[in-house]
């Protein structure tokens, strides 16, 4: 199954910019969807973005035009660029495929947004 490390959140200002990273492993990346997820405090872990083998997205409503989601092949990464960042936006931030198996979340990367 899929093993992945999430890289490149951080604190940043409402209005501000981050750019998440992931590392996967495990699958033979180049077929398969992946996806970023996040979960804030008291809430359950949304799907936030996915993006196909040939590089087909798909976007939440709250982050669409804000965020975009690619990958490179070669390197077996995914990548969220966040612009336009908001409060609301705070989270952990994880990266799987878009049917994700118990057991496969990494610890994910924490986004904060704040003055």
Known sequence: QVRVVESGGGLVQPGGSLRLSCAASGIIFGIESMAWYR???GKQRELV??????????YDDS??????ISR????NMVYLQMNSLKP?????????TPAPRAGSWGQGTQ???SL
């Open 39 to 41: 979960q804030a405090p």
């Open 49 to 58: 973005a996915r993006i196909t083998s040939i590089g087909n997205t798909w």
């Open 63 to 68: 982050v669409k035009d804000r965020f975009t």
């Open 72 to 75: 490179d092949n070669n390197k």
């Open 88 to 96: 609301e936006d705070a989270a952990v931030y994880y990266c799987n």
């Open 111 to 113: 986004v904060a947004v």
